[in-house]
C-alpha cells in the first residue's frame, strides 16, 4: 500500500496548482482520502476529503470555494485542485487513507504519504 502526493511548487498569490495522490496497492473507490496540510510552526490540519464510494466531498473552512477534491478511481488518483492561493496556504501537503467515512481527525487516517511542497509567494 502507497500513496504518494505530487505537483506542490513555488506559486505566487492568486495562482493555482494542482496535487496529485496517487494510489497504488490498494482499490482506491473503497477508500476515504483525506488531504491534509502542515504549515512551518503549526499542527497538520484537514484541508479535503474526497469520501469513499462517491460518497462526497468535504473542505476546511479556510478553503472552501477555492479548493476542489477529485479523483479518478480508475486512474487510481486523487486531486486536489488549489485556485486563489494566499500566502498562508503554504504548507507541505499530505494525503492518507481509511477505510470509513469522511472526517478531518488526522488520526484516524493512515498509510500516509509523502507531502509534496506548496509555497506561495511573490
Known amino acids: 500500500v502507497q500513496l504518494q502526493a505530487y505537483g506542490g511548487g513555488l506559486v505566487q498569490p492568486g495562482g493555482s496548482l494542482r496535487l496529485s495522490c496517487a494510489a497504488s496497492g490498494f482499490t482506491l473507490g473503497g477508500y476515504t482520502i483525506g488531504w491534509f496540510r502542515q504549515a512551518p510552526g503549526k499542527e497538520r490540519e484537514g484541508v479535503a476529503v474526497s469520501s469513499r464510494n462517491g460518497g462526497g466531498t468535504y473542505y476546511a473552512d479556510s478553503v472552501k470555494g477555492r479548493f476542489t477534491v477529485s479523483r479518478d478511481n480508475a486512474k487510481k488518483t486523487v486531486y486536489l485542485q488549489m485556485n486563489s492561493l494566499q500566502p498562508e496556504d503554504t504548507a507541505v501537503y499530505f494525503c492518507?487513507?481509511?477505510?470509513?467515512?469522511?472526517?478531518?481527525?488526522?488520526?484516524?487516517?493512515?498509510?500516509w504519504g509523502q507531502g509534496t511542497q506548496v509555497t506561495v509567494s511573490s
Open positions: 492518507a487513507r481509511r477505510l470509513g467515512g469522511p472526517v478531518f481527525r488526522q488520526e484516524l487516517y493512515g498509510d
